[in-house]
């Protein structure tokens, strides 16, 4: 539920959300939740499918296709569930990255931070504990 939250958060400050997920059984689950993880309130969102209209552009789209499969046009925030850097991050104005204490999400997180880092991107990290 703190996916959902954060992404929440986003979107009511008017952010175009992308959230990039590892797999179709993962989009589908983020699917579902959104749908029920608090029921006062709503976010617009959908599993974007290669033909998806994106004209809503302030709504929630849920994926985990690579760039050459759609055409990305959020500019806002990606929220990335994958655990390889997608080829289309520097699209968005932020990342954010999830890293849970599982040690392969750790070891993952730490080589996507090293790639942010090597490029010169400004990185800020908030460690929470829920």
């Avoid at 809503?56 to 499969?69: E, P, R, T, Y």
């Avoid at 850097?85 to 999400?105: C, G, K, L, N, Y």
Wanted: charged content about 25%; glycine content about 2%; proline content about 2%.
């Amino acid at each position: 539920t703190f996916i959902c939250r954060l992404t929440e958060k986003a979107w009511s400050q008017n952010n175009a959300v992308y959230i990039h997920t590892m797999d179709e059984s993962a989009a589908t689950k983020y699917d579902e939740l959104l749908w029920s993880f608090n029921e006062t309130s709503f976010l617009p969102h959908q599993v974007l499918q290669t033909d998806t209209d994106q004209s809503q552009k302030k709504n929630v789209l849920i994926g985990n296709h690579s760039a050459d499969a759609i055409s990305i046009t959020y500019h806002d925030v990606l929220i990335n569930l994958h655990d390889e850097t997608p080829s289309f991050f520097s699209q968005f104005e932020r990342v954010a990255e999830i890293i849970t204490t599982d040690e392969t999400s750790r070891i993952k997180g730490r080589e996507r931070y090293q790639f942010y880092r090597d490029r010169g991107y400004a990185l800020e990290t908030h460690k929470l504990s829920l």
